[in-house]
C-alpha cells in the first residue's frame, strides 16, 4: 500500500532530533520562525543530561580543561576549521543561557552557564569536566568539590548502577564517600528499571517511603547521591519535596543508557515544542 505524504510549509527545516537539532528549534522559535523538525528521536534518551561545552582537547598537551573558554582559544589555533573555533565566544555563551533558560520555563531546572567547568560523576564513578548540569545534579557537583560527608545509595534489582562501584573508583578524590542498598517501595523482586522508578516518584506516597528507607542508612551523611530517578515530569519538585523529606541535600548521578535525564529532555521536548508552534514529524529519516 502506497504510503499517504505529507506537506509541512515552513520557513526553518531541522534535520536531526539530538540535543544540536532541538537545540537549533529553540533558537529558531524564540526568534518567531516557523519551524518544523524531524529525525529518529531515540539519540536523547541515551544522553546524561549534562551539557558539554569543551572538556579536553586532543593535543600534545591534552589536558582536562577547568576553563572552556581559554580551551576555545587552544582549539582555534589547534584547529581554525573545527566548528567551536568558527563561532564567537559571546554566541557559544548566549547559546548556552538561552539553552537553559528554555529548559527551566518549560519545567526541567539546569544550572548556569559561567567561567568555568564543572567536575562531575558518570554513571560507573568516573569524572569529567562538563559546562551546564540539571539542578537535580548540582548538589553532588558541590558536594564533590568540597569532599562532603555523603552516601551514594542504590537498589536491590537495578542494573547499571552500582553505589560500591562508584565509590571504589572515585575514593581516593572523594575520601568522605560511603555506599548503601536499600529497597525501592514495592519493587523488592526482581529487575526494576529506571524509568518505572521515576514515574513512581511522582506518586506522594512513594516518595515518602523511600525517604523512610533512606533514613535507615544515611548514617551522618550531609548529602544523599542516587541514580536519576527522582520524577519523569517535575524532577525538580520531586528533588524538593525528597530534601524536605530527608532533611538533607540530595542529588542525583546518571545511570547507564538510556537514563532518565535524557528520557526527560526528549518526553519534554515532544509534549511542549509543538504547543509551541513548531511541527514536530517523529521518527523519520531524511533521504534527500
Same mark, same amino acid.
Given at each position: 500500500?502506497?504510503?499517504?505524504?505529507? &506537506?509541512?510549509?515552513?520557513?526553518?527545516?531541522?534535520?536531526?532530533?539530538?540535543?544540536?537539532?532541538?537545540?537549533?528549534?529553540?533558537?529558531?522559535?524564540?526568534?518567531?520562525?516557523?519551524?518544523?523538525?524531524?529525525?529518529?528521536?531515540?539519540?536523547?534518551?541515551?544522553?546524561?543530561?549534562?551539557?558539554?561545552?569543551?572538556?579536553?582537547?586532543?593535543?600534545?598537551?591534552?589536558?582536562?580543561?577547568?576553563? !572552556?573558554?581559554?580551551?576555545?582559544?587552544?582549539?582555534?589555533?589547534?584547529?581554525?576549521? &573545527?566548528?567551536?573555533?568558527?563561532?564567537?565566544?559571546?554566541?557559544? &555563551?548566549?547559546? @548556552?543561557?538561552?539553552?537553559?533558560?528554555?529548559?527551566?520555563?518549560?519545567?526541567?531546572?539546569?544550572?548556569?552557564?559561567?567561567?568555568?567547568?564543572?567536575?562531575?560523576?558518570?554513571?560507573?564513578?568516573?569524572?569529567?569536566?562538563? @559546562?551546564?548540569?540539571?539542578?537535580?545534579?548540582?548538589?553532588?557537583?558541590?558536594?564533590?568539590?568540597?569532599?562532603?560527608?555523603?552516601?551514594?545509595?542504590?537498589?536491590?534489582?537495578?542494573?547499571?548502577?552500582?553505589?560500591?562501584?562508584?565509590?571504589?573508583?572515585?575514593?581516593?578524590?572523594?575520601?568522605?564517600?560511603?555506599?548503601?542498598?536499600?529497597?525501592?517501595?514495592?519493587?523488592?523482586?526482581?529487575?526494576?528499571?529506571?524509568?518505572?522508578?521515576?514515574?513512581?516518584?511522582?506518586?506522594?506516597?512513594?516518595?515518602?517511603?523511600?525517604?523512610?528507607?533512606?533514613?535507615?542508612?544515611?548514617?551522618?551523611?550531609?548529602?544523599?547521591?542516587? !541514580?536519576?530517578?527522582?520524577?519523569? &515530569?517535575?524532577?525538580?519538585?520531586?528533588?524538593?519535596?525528597?530534601?524536605?523529606?530527608?532533611?538533607?541535600?540530595? @542529588?542525583?548521578?546518571?545511570?547507564? !543508557?538510556?537514563?532518565?535525564?535524557?528520557?526527560?529532555?526528549?518526553?519534554?521536548?515532544?509534549?511542549? @515544542?509543538?504547543?509551541?508552534?513548531?511541527?514536530?514529524?517523529?521518527?523519520?529519516?531524511?533521504?534527500?
Amino acid at each position: 500500500m502506497q504510503e499517504e505524504s505529507r &506537506h509541512f510549509d515552513t520557513e526553518l527545516a531541522v534535520i536531526g532530533s539530538g540535543l544540536a537539532g532541538f537545540a537549533a528549534s529553540t533558537f529558531a522559535l524564540n526568534r518567531g520562525l516557523k519551524t518544523a523538525q524531524t529525525g529518529n528521536t531515540g539519540a536523547v534518551a541515551y544522553t546524561t543530561g549534562y551539557l558539554d561545552l569543551l572538556g579536553e582537547i586532543n593535543d600534545p598537551q591534552s589536558t582536562t580543561l577547568e576553563d !572552556p573558554w581559554q580551551g576555545l582559544l587552544r582549539l582555534q589555533k589547534l584547529q581554525p576549521e &573545527h566548528p567551536l573555533s568558527r563561532v564567537p565566544q559571546d554566541d557559544i &555563551h548566549k547559546a @548556552f543561557e538561552q539553552f537553559t533558560a528554555f529548559l527551566g520555563e518549560c519545567g526541567i531546572a539546569y544550572s548556569r552557564p559561567g567561567k568555568k567547568n564543572v567536575t562531575a560523576i558518570t554513571p560507573i564513578g568516573t569524572t569529567k569536566q562538563t @559546562f551546564c548540569v540539571p539542578a537535580t545534579m548540582q548538589e553532588g557537583i558541590d558536594g564533590f568539590a568540597r569532599n562532603a560527608k555523603c552516601v551514594i545509595v542504590d537498589f536491590k534489582g537495578l542494573r547499571g548502577f552500582s553505589g560500591r562501584q562508584i565509590v571504589a573508583n572515585i575514593a581516593a578524590r572523594w575520601p568522605n564517600l560511603k555506599a548503601k542498598r536499600i529497597s525501592f517501595p514495592e519493587m523488592d523482586n526482581g529487575e526494576i528499571y529506571p524509568e518505572v522508578m521515576a514515574r513512581a516518584l511522582e506518586v506522594p506516597e512513594t516518595r515518602a517511603q523511600l525517604a523512610k528507607n533512606i533514613l535507615e542508612v544515611c548514617g551522618d551523611a550531609e548529602i544523599i547521591g542516587i !541514580p536519576a530517578v527522582l520524577g519523569m &515530569h517535575n524532577p525538580d519538585l520531586v528533588m524538593a519535596e525528597m530534601k524536605k523529606l530527608i532533611a538533607l541535600p540530595i @542529588f542525583e548521578i546518571p545511570t547507564m !543508557p538510556p537514563s532518565v535525564p535524557g528520557i526527560r529532555l526528549r518526553e519534554m521536548f515532544e509534549q511542549v @515544542f509543538p504547543q509551541k508552534g513548531l511541527t514536530l514529524v517523529p521518527q523519520q529519516k531524511v533521504h534527500s
